[in-house]
C-alpha cells in the first residue's frame, strides 16, 4: 500500500505562482512513475503531468511551458510548480503515483483557486 499527502494549494491571483507537493510513504519502494491530475467543477478529472522513476516526463498541452513537475526520491516526494496561473487553473489538484504492480494510488486532493 502506498499512501499520498498533498500539500501547498490554497488562493493566489492570476499571474501568480504556487508549488504543490506530494509525499509518499507506505510501500514507496513499489513506487514508479508519480503524476498530478486536477478537477474543476463539473469537469472531468484531467491529467496535469506525469514523471517516471528516471525522471521522464510528460505535460497536458495546455500546461506545457507554464507547469513543472520534478521529483526528489530521496524524499520520496513529487513536485508540481504552476506559474503563470490562470483563473481556469481553478481546481482540486490530486497527486496519483503507480506501483510495479501497475496498481495506482491517489492523494485527498489540495484545493487550487486563481482569482483576484
Known amino acids: 500500500q502506498v499512501q499520498l499527502v498533498e500539500s501547498g494549494g490554497g488562493l493566489v491571483q492570476p499571474g501568480g505562482s504556487l508549488r504543490l507537493s506530494c509525499a509518499a510513504s507506505?510501500?514507496?519502494?513499489?513506487?514508479?512513475?508519480m503524476g498530478w491530475y486536477r478537477q474543476a467543477p463539473g469537469k472531468q478529472r484531467e491529467l496535469v503531468a506525469v514523471?517516471?522513476?528516471?525522471?521522464?516526463?510528460n505535460y497536458a498541452d495546455s500546461m506545457k511551458g507554464r507547469f513543472t513537475i520534478s521529483r526528489d526520491n530521496a524524499k520520496n516526494t513529487v513536485y508540481l510548480q504552476m506559474n503563470s496561473l490562470k483563473p481556469e487553473d481553478t481546481a482540486v489538484y490530486y497527486c496519483r503515483g503507480w506501483d510495479t504492480a501497475r496498481l495506482s494510488y491517489w492523494g485527498q486532493g489540495t484545493q487550487v483557486t486563481v482569482s483576484s
Open positions: 507506505g510501500s514507496i519502494r513499489s513506487i514508479t512513475a
Open positions: 514523471i517516471t522513476s528516471g525522471g521522464s516526463t
